[in-house]
């Protein structure tokens, strides 16, 4: 697991798409998944299936693979969630992102059934972090020895990756207009 990147701070703000989570409380988590979701399924709609496939350089995922990508930390945080409420410090898999995408064929996932699975994560992930008892949200789970985390970061880690891919996927469909300061200005109409 030494190859693993460190999991973000218990008050971790994102310095690319500003999420405190120390803003954040369980309601409005659970709000952003929901929002951030619907939002994502939206727009994948819109894409064609080229472009939903499409990664804009090799080692950045197409926006499917996002999508699933989200999908899998749902369902891998609501597993992650139960087993903190239920479990003394477990020590939890890592969710090994890039391998999942090879191995489970993120790019070749059907949108059709790619965006009913999304919705059940959200859903069922949402139903488990409402079940957790008022005085679970500091009991705590593991991954390495020095990697301490509350049942409450796991839901603020899970909100936060479905608002950080949403606008990962944005970006790449709706890239930005091409910057144009400094370039010559066209010439007059009137020629002057």
Known sequence: MSDLPPLF?????????????????????????????????????????????????????????????????????AVRVHRGVREVRPVLDPMYADWRAERFGYAATRLDVLLAEL??????????????????????????????????????????ECVHHLADVTASVRPAPPRTWGAAAPPSPEGS
């Open 119 to 160: 919705s059940a994560a959200a859903q069922g992930f949402g139903d488990e972090v409402r079940s957790v008892p008022g005085d679970a949200w500091d009991r705590t789970v593991a991954r390495r020895p020095e990697e301490v985390r509350t049942v409450r970061w796991l839901v603020r880690q899970a909100a936060h």
């Open 9 to 77: 701070g218990e008050d971790h703000t994102c310095p690319t798409c500003r999420l405190a989570y120390a803003d954040l409380d369980v309601d409005r988590c659970l709000a952003l998944v929901g929002e951030s979701t619907t939002a994502l399924a939206a727009l994948l709609a819109t894409v064609s299936d080229e472009a939903l496939r499409r990664r804009p350089r090799p080692e950045v995922w197409s926006p499917v693979e996002y999508a699933c990508h989200v999908r899998d930390v749902l369902l891998t945080f």
